[in-house]
């Protein structure tokens, strides 16, 4: 079992910057990856982006230039640093985590809000 939960969402102005957090309960090495994912109100969940155990990262073309992935194996942690935030970044935002043992297994967090106002 893997428990994971976000933090560092909340309201910031359009143009501004975040920075999510999602810590995993225990070593992100040995994770296959960890993606980030967003949810609008009345959208689907949509791919933001992932790293992957060997550190290898992919943006998606919605967020590209403005949004890194990283991690801190040392505290199991990932992180979601966004720029220039827009009002069409609004959306929950949730953190997966990709693990294999005898079979792929996804675990969700619970999801951090962020809203941007314009």
């Known amino acids: 079992q893997v428990q994971l939960v976000e933090s560092g969402g909340g309201l910031v102005q359009a143009g501004g910057s975040l920075r999510l957090s999602c810590a995993a309960s225990?070593?992100?090495?040995?994770?296959?990856?960890v993606d980030w994912y967003r949810q609008a109100p009345g959208e689907q969940r949509e791919f933001v982006a992932r790293i992957t155990s060997d550190g290898r990262t992919t943006i998606a073309d919605s967020v590209k230039g403005r949004c890194t992935i990283s991690r801190d194996n040392a505290k199991n942690t990932v992180y979601l640093h966004m720029d220039s935030l827009k009002s069409e970044d609004t959306a929950v935002y949730y953190c997966?985590?990709?693990?294999?043992?005898?079979?792929?297994?996804?675990?969700w967090g619970q999801g951090t809000q962020v809203t941007v106002s314009s």
């Open positions: 997966n985590a990709v693990v294999v043992t005898n079979r792929i297994t996804n675990y």
């Open positions: 225990r070593n992100i090495f040995s994770f296959l990856a």
